[in-house]
């Protein structure tokens, strides 16, 4: 708690009169990342936008929601509204991933799972390391690399 005062700015006291134990605090701080994480979804317009389109404001606004809430929330999952809340998020972006390749703009035929396996460290990455970019230009690099994969046209 002293740490994150003094990365606040704040004295200790301040923070526990908001937030009676770390706990309290941490599961504030994950409430406020799967918000961002929500809106990021809701704006994305998963189910009726463009599949490509939606992608791409998906990535864009997950890279921003882990570049503002850099935080590892599987601690939290013990918590069972925090579990049932990213079990819908989860499932939100599932039926996406199954839209976009019913609608060919993913290859059919990979691994059950696997392209929602590999999206999210994508996004991480993309959020951690391309911090030069904007969330929009890391998303593109995203969209990109999922789509186009890291291999030259001739090693296809």
């Known amino acids: ?18 937030f009676a134990s770390r706990e309290d605090l941490m599961a504030a701080v994950y409430g406020a990342r ?3 994480v929500e809106k990021a979804i809701e704006a994305a317009r998963l189910r009726e936008a463009p599949v490509a389109v939606a992608l791409h404001l ?9 570049r503002k809430w850099p935080v590892e929330t599987s601690r939290m999952l013990r918590d069972v509204t ?7 998020l989860i499932d939100e972006v599932d ?5 976009a390749a019913d609608e060919g703009l993913l290859r059919s035929g990979l691994p059950p799972g696997w392209v929602a396996a590999v999206l999210p460290p ?8 391309l911090s ?8 593109d ?3 990109d690399t999922l789509l186009r994969g890291v291999g030259t046209p001739q090693a296809r």
């Open 122 to 129: 994508l996004l991480e990455q993309a959020a951690e390391e």
């Open 34 to 36: 799967y918000d961002a």
């Open 1 to 18: 708690m002293a740490a994150i005062a003094a990365a606040a700015g704040v004295d200790r006291r301040t923070v526990y009169r908001r």
């Open 132 to 139: 030069e970019l904007s969330a929009a230009q890391a998303a």
């Open 95 to 99: 039926a996406f991933l199954r839209r």
């Open 82 to 88: 925090i579990r049932e809340r990213r079990r819908r």
């Open 58 to 66: 998906y990535a864009e606004g997950i890279i921003a929601a882990n």
């Open 141 to 143: 690099v995203v969209v």
